[in-house]
């Protein structure tokens, strides 16, 4: 019996495998470009949650003294948070330095300047600028600038002046500020005296 080839047939069959080819590679393409958006997408929910959380956790020093002769420190700040107010002593900081390989440290809030001027209800801590200190901030408003004060020494010595312009100066050395907000994010400032002078600028 005689074979006879066929030419439309075997055409048939190239186009029905070039037609299940293509739609695999779309397919596969498809999968893909979906993945590629997908992950594209979470990472810029990532990164625009950071920011906003960065934006809405900034304190920015905008200037800082020397306060007294002794260990005060004055510090402006200007609150960056996106339309959420709060309480200063939410906010905490910690004043540290090291001296002949020892550290140093003092840690509190915005609202405990142990030797702030008076308030006539005890000392002020924390105020608006443009303000007087009796009139302490009870909430931090975005976009506000605000004054506040803090003591040098230690958490075991807060009488002490580790860390406080006078120590800064008389050993020589530096000392920085980190301030931390309660659900997240922090800035530190470096702390420099050039002249130890009252209301002489150190940073």
Not at 108 to 133: F, Q, R, Y
Request: hydrophobic residues 40%; negative net charge; proline residues 4%.
């Amino acid at each position: 019996m005689e074979l006879e080839h066929d030419e439309e047939a075997a055409i048939g069959i190239d186009l029905i495998i070039m037609y299940v080819a293509t739609v695999i590679m779309i397919a596969v393409i498809s999968a893909t470009m979906m993945q590629v958006v997908e992950e594209l997408a979470q990472q810029y929910q990532h990164t625009s949650a950071d920011a906003t959380k960065s934006a809405a956790t900034q304190i920015v020093v905008v200037g800082a003294w020397v306060e007294d002769q002794y260990d005060d420190f004055l510090f402006m700040v200007e609150y960056q948070g996106q339309g959420k107010e709060v309480a200063p002593s939410e906010i905490a900081w910690v004043l540290w330095c090291t001296e002949n390989g020892n550290l140093h440290y003092r840690s509190g809030t915005l609202d405990d300047w142990i030797s702030g001027p008076p308030s006539g209800t005890g000392v002020a801590s924390i105020w608006k600028v443009g303000d007087e200190p009796t009139n302490t901030a009870t909430e931090l408003i975005p976009g506000e600038r605000y004054f506040f004060g803090i003591d040098g020494g230690t958490n075991d010595a807060p009488g002490g002046s580790q860390c406080g312009p006078i120590f800064l100066a008389n050993n020589n050395i530096d000392a920085h500020l980190t301030i931390h907000f309660p659900n997240g994010g922090s800035s530190t400032q470096l702390l420099q005296i050039d002249e130890f002078v009252t209301g002489y600028p150190v940073i």
